[in-house]
């Protein structure tokens, strides 16, 4: 076994040069992977001649681990690398040949290290069953001679290079069982009132899910004042999930709703709800301010709950049934999407929204209602535009003075041509 030294340290190293220090770098990997080859010989010696007889160990793995105060694990992969690369000896005494005798020579001359040598093993290991030894080896001296100097994509482009070689009709295909997909769902009320949803989706349905919400997180086209729409990305992808739910539940088959919107337990006196001050009970989990109940009172089933100045329930009106299905395709036809100005929303994609909230009286016909989406809906209930309708019995909209000094009504065009 020839020696090998350590390239010499200049005793000022930093005023070395880049050449000089890059010099060194490479004479000292070459020393360190000329000695792990070294170090694999003798592990090699070890598990030939019996660790138990030797050190009273049960494998050389468990023997090494302890001298080098290595974890099991590490220990196990230097030892298994030891003997893939060096001849070891049969029961019978007979020698058994290494797996990469090839890569065995170039890893003694620290020319490869650790990780193409555990890469070209795993190529050897993917070959067919049924190659020859003649190929086995003639396969594994164009991955040794190529390892010195490739890194590690040009090995994989090797590997497939060889198995079209060894193995140019592919496996052959199996029809395993298939797995049960995995899909989890964790919904959770936090203490601030939101709620928290994780989940862990198989491909196909998270590439299904991605698909969808990508589809309705679209951002807002410019609308006519050059407003563009300022939501995060994030921000877009929750308004697109809420927008999902709409769609679910408006579904004719959908379980319990029968084609209508949520079904609102809302828990408010109707003092309270008629001027949209104050606070509701939500299905007796949640809040919402009295303004968001007039919003989701619009286009929902809601029961409302009248209550005394004490708490006491006074009376539980009846399940009231707003706008019917036969009203919505009407206002489908009629307003062809969201009726803003400037929106290009689908009939799929929005509510219907009293023009005169039914809980001021206003009436559920086609002349009271308006098809909006969920941005626009929330802009009508909360900001300064108005919604009329007009002479024709199309619905028409008022901006605020600060948009519009004139305040002349404006119109979507954009459904009907």
Sequence with gaps: MSETFLPELPQELWRAGKLELAHGVQQSLQVIRMATACLGRFLAEIENRGVKDLYGHGSTASWFAEMAGLSRG????????????????????????????????????????????DQILEILKKLPADT???????????????????????????????????????????????????????????????????????DETGARTATALEAHAQPRPVDEFGQADLRMKCERMGDAWAELLDLAIACPDQPGT??????????????????????????????????????????????????????????????????????????????????????????????????EHWADGGPTDLRNLVLLCGFHHRLIHHGDWEVRMAADGLPEFIPPQYRDPLRQPRRNTLHHV
Aim: charged share 25%; aromatic share 4%; glycine share 10%.
């Design 258 to 355: 029968s084609g209508y919107r949520t079904l609102v337990h809302v828990t408010i006196g109707l003092e309270e709800l008629k001027s949209g001050l104050g606070t509701a009970c939500l299905d007796f989990v949640g809040t919402m301010t009295a303004r968001e109940a007039r919003l989701a009172a619009c286009d929902c089933l809601m029961l409302p709950v009248v209550m005394s100045g004490s708490g006491e329930p006074l009376d539980m009106g009846r399940l009231r049934r707003f706008v019917t299905p036969g009203q919505r395709r009407a206002l489908n036809i009629r307003d062809g999407g969201c009726a803003f100005p400037g929106c290009h929303r689908r009939p799929k994609n929005c509510h219907a929204h009293h023009i």
């Design 74 to 117: 590490e220990a196990g992969a230097v030892v298994k690398r030891a003997i893939a690369l060096n001849p070891t000896r049969a029961l019978d005494g007979t020698e058994v040949p290494p797996v990469a005798p090839r890569t065995a020579a170039v890893a003694a001359q620290g020319l490869v290290g650790d990780e193409r040598i």
């Design 132 to 202: 020859s030894a003649e190929d086995r080896a003639s396969a594994e001296k164009i991955l040794a001679d190529l390892a010195p100097t490739a890194g590690p994509r040009q090995l994989s482009k090797a590997e497939a290079k060889l198995m079209g070689w060894l193995n140019p009709d592919g496996n052959e295909p199996k029809d395993p069982e298939p797995k049960e997909p995995r899909r989890e769902i964790t919904l959770e009320r936090r203490k601030d009132g939101f709620w928290k949803l994780t989940g862990l989706l198989d």
